[in-house]
């Protein structure tokens, strides 16, 4: 499945593959192939199947910038520059203007000192969706970027660019646009001369995403509904069809992208791109941050950018075609079955309430078998409104079945194990060894009247 042709990548961490690296003491990856986890193709006409099959097959050289034989150059974002080895938060304006707000962004330049690719990562492209700048945060938090850690300057190859926050403006007005408006994602690759939206767009386009060699975009769903984590790609696009196989989750929806949206369009120009989805606007889905982190730590670790194995998830469930399950009538939502259920066909998955019409109810039913992908969270629904998004399933249902825990939810592979962001050293006291007297309002250890309270 490898996009690189050379099993061992141009820019590996060492030319020993399975030895320590004596200034680090790092474990390198082995050359050892793993078995690939299974696939559940669902909804995937047999033409397009056979177009991704010949995506995840496809072969091709590095470019000759990616050698060790070129040596490792200096990154450069406009005229501001980054050493390799270095780690460097830069300003980037947006908007170009002499005066005004030119809505500068924080963009973290992690460059290695070995040559690769140039991945990076964006988030808030809709300024109310949460979950990429979290996930972008933590990954550089202290457990994770730097000397020794996961991601570590020294040790890295290639660049890895991050930008918490992309749409500053509607993330400062916590709504999904930018001020003029408009949907930055529907814009790219942007017009000189044009509104608002499109100038941010042509910035973003020529000297982020442009050159970039693969870039992760991070969303959540739209207001009033929640997603669970997964990614979109075009998987008929090699370069994009490897990111989502690496990114290491198990539900990946095969599509061009909107008009208009940087996935789309990137690909059009030949550059791996891929969506992540989770959670909703608004909020943060502490299982969505979690699945992106890792998934992101996954795709340098396949690049070879950083060491370690990726992880995979038991089974893949590749799928293009989705149904929206609406409501017909209006009133107050209950759901019943949350996001990453398997549910069956009628069965009822929420139930509608009007309290002008007290004694009636009605009941929302599954037009067939499925897992849903997405969910409403907002009570407020009239006909027409989307309740569920499902993803039929045709095949490999014992499969999924095996994944789903008591309450037949989807267990993500991504959030099996504890945050590593949240992996400090805590410094144990001994209260017996403190001299200083209580403040007000403590009550001694000794006082028989203390007792033990619930949270």
């Known amino acids: 499945m490898p996009l690189i042709s050379d099993p061992l990548l141009p820019w590996a961490l060492s030319d020993d593959s399975g030895t320590k690296d004596s200034k680090k003491g790092v474990k390198r990856a082995s050359s050892k192939r793993r078995r690939s986890p299974l696939k559940v193709v669902n909804q995937i006409p047999k033409r397009r199947r056979r177009e991704i099959e010949d995506a995840s097959e496809e072969k091709s050289s590095s470019p000759e910038a990616w050698s060790r034989k070129s040596g490792q150059k200096n990154h450069k974002i406009e005229r501001r520059t980054t050493k390799p080895g270095v780690v460097r938060t830069i300003p980037f304006d947006l908007i170009d203007t002499e005066i005004g707000e030119s809505w500068s962004i924080p963009i973290t330049v992690v460059h290695g000192t070995r040559p690769g690719p ?20 933590f990954l550089q938090s202290s457990q994770i970027l730097g000397e020794g850690k996961a991601i570590d300057a020294e040790v890295m190859a290639g ?53 970039s060699d693969f870039i992760i975009d991070l969303h ?6 929640t997603n669970l984590p997964h990614i979109r ?20 929806l095969d599509g061009l992208g909107p008009r208009g949206s940087l996935r789309r369009v990137s690909n059009e120009h030949d550059l791996g791109c891929i969506t992540f989805e989770g959670g909703g606007a608004d909020s943060l889905d502490s299982d969505a941050v979690q699945v992106a982190t890792y998934g992101i730590l996954n795709v340098l670790r396949y690049l070879r950018m950083i060491p370690g194995y990726p992880s995979s998830p038991r089974f893949r469930l590749l799928a293009s075609g989705s149904i929206w399950i609406r409501s017909d009538h209006g009133g107050l939502l209950d759901v019943l079955a949350p996001v990453g259920s398997v549910i069956e066909a009628d069965e009822v998955v929420a139930t509608v309430t009007d309290p002008e019409h007290a004694r009636e109810s009605v009941e929302i039913r599954s037009p067939g078998r499925g897992l849903l992908i997405g969910m409403a969270t907002h009570p407020f ?23 789903l825990d008591e309450d037949d939810v989807l267990m993500l592979s991504g959030v099996l194990e504890d945050p590593i962001w949240r992996e400090e050293d805590t410094e144990d006291i001994d209260l017996e060894s403190l001299d200083e007297p209580s403040p007000d309002g403590w009550t001694s250890v ?10």
Do not use: C
């Open 118 to 137: 140039t991945v990076t990562l964006l988030g808030a492209v809709h300024g109310n969706e949460l979950v990429g700048p979290q996930a972008l945060t």
């Open 159 to 211: 660049t890895l660019r991050i930008v918490p926050i992309v749409n500053l403006p509607g993330y400062r007005r916590r709504t999904r646009y930018i001020p003029d408006g408009r949907d930055l994602n529907r814009f790219f690759p942007g017009r000189d001369g044009g509104n608002t939206t499109q100038r941010i767009a042509l910035r973003l386009w020529e000297h982020i995403a442009k050159t």
């Open 220 to 225: 959540s769903a739209a207001s009033g509904r």
């Open 233 to 252: 790609a075009n998987l008929a696009h090699p370069p994009s069809s490897m990111l989502a196989r690496a990114f290491g989750t198990e539900v990946l």
């Open 381 to 403: 629904v009239t006909s027409g409104t989307p309740i569920g998004h499902l993803l039929p399933l045709k095949r490999g249902l014992s499969t999924i079945k095996s994944r």
């Open 446 to 455: 000794d006082d028989p009247m203390l007792e033990e309270e619930d949270d």
